[in-house]
């Protein structure tokens, strides 16, 4: 546990105290200095003098000299500054795991397109597993777009990002665990969390409409058999205003029998949702802590307890709700300018985000 005490007469009269706190000294009216002695991190506590953003910005600029960030946060209406040392500097990338990574997971998607279509490792030629290539197509292009979007979003506001890491799922239908990107420098604002949340969801969804739609062009209605073994997917408002849009209405006694293309965008569609609910570090969660500041605990509390109560008609959201918990828990980490509110557009662009969850998403995706 790091020993935190108000200033001290030997803190005081320490050179580096008295200079990092010169820095805010023309925007920040100051009351209380605290230092965690063995990280020499210093607390400034009082009043800004200045908008939350210029401040911020300007001891960015002034403290990346010294090696050092800046972390504002307000309480009960009291400002904090928070002057802690910058993040080493990451070691060169290892581009070559990505790459290995993103070729591993093009193998495993398209055995999962090819053992749709019925290929049989044991009788048919390897040139048989090209059946699956469409899928993986589809689906890697949604995925590719969704990384994209947050790297490039994440890039155009300054904040270093890794390429992505695709995660290869061998033997399963659709061959990939998804991927994800690393931040590599903190994130600034309420801003940019959103704006990196909320860019890949977004992006991927829109190309996932269009495969779905596709998909579905190609897709078979047939008259329901019994004794057929079907596996049930579960869909949202959206996704059934598409389906009756592109086939038709559906008798009573009619299933569609999705090809693969409109399987990949099914399943983008299905990790689009996923993505936004808005809890834990889930693009939803970045998007929900933006809008909601630090109320966002109580909100996915809330959203736990309803993945629970969704358990009941799916054991997929029990076991959603264990996962999310268990590797990213329910707090969700404050960006370094925690003062600055989002701006109306991005205030609204988080509400429709949240209600484009209500109307992607199902009680029961599967069976």
């Not at 061998?170 to 949340?197: C, H, N, Q, W």
């Not at 495969?211 to 058999?225: A, K």
């Not at 579960?234 to 009756?244: A, M, N, Q």
Request: with cysteine; charged share 15%; net charge neutral.
């Amino acid at each position: 546990m790091e020993e935190c005490n108000s200033v001290t007469e030997v803190e005081a009269t320490d050179p580096f105290v008295d200079e990092l706190r010169a820095q805010a000294s023309d925007l920040f009216l100051t009351d209380d200095i605290s230092v965690y002695a063995s990280r020499r991190v210093v607390s400034l506590s009082g009043k800004l003098m200045t908008d939350a953003e210029s401040a911020f910005s300007t001891l960015e600029r002034r403290l990346e000299k010294l090696g050092y960030l800046p972390i504002l946060s307000r309480d009960k209406g009291r400002d904090r500054i928070l002057m802690v040392p910058a993040p080493a500097p990451k070691n060169r990338r290892r581009v070559w795991v990505n790459v290995v990574l993103f070729l591993a997971t093009v193998g495993t998607v398209m055995l999962g397109g090819a053992l749709m279509e019925e290929y049989n490792p044991l009788v048919d030629p390897p040139t048989a597993l090209l059946r699956g290539f469409p899928f993986a197509c589809a689906l890697l292009g949604i995925l590719v777009t969704h990384e994209a979007a947050h790297f490039l979003a994440a890039r155009a506001h300054g904040v270093k990002a890794s390429l992505p890491y695709f995660i290869p799922m061998p033997f399963s239908t659709i061959g990939t665990f998804g991927a994800v990107i690393k931040m590599e420098t903190p994130i600034k604002d309420r801003k940019t969390l959103l704006d990196v949340g909320l860019s890949g969801p977004l992006a991927g969804l829109v190309v996932s409409l269009v495969v779905l739609v596709v998909g579905l062009r190609l897709s078979e209605v047939r008259s329901f058999v019994p004794e057929t073994s079907l596996i049930s997917l579960g869909t949202g408002l959206l996704v059934d205003w598409i389906t009756s849009t592109v086939l038709g209405p559906l008798l009573d006694h009619q299933v569609v029998i999705l090809d693969p293309i409109a399987l990949a965008g099914w399943f983008g569609v299905f990790i689009t949702a996923i993505n936004l609910i808005p809890v834990s570090q889930l693009d939803g969660g970045h998007v929900g802590y933006a809008f909601f500041g630090s109320a966002h605990r109580f909100v996915a509390v809330l959203i736990f307890v309803g993945m629970l109560i969704l358990g009941l008609f799916s054991s997929w959201w029990l076991l959603w709700a264990v996962l999310v918990f268990a590797l990213g828990g329910l707090r969700h980490p404050p960006p370094l300018n925690d003062i600055t509110p989002l701006d109306r557009k991005r205030k609204i662009l988080a509400v429709f985000s949240f209600a484009l969850l209500f109307v992607l998403a199902t009680p029961r995706p599967f069976g």
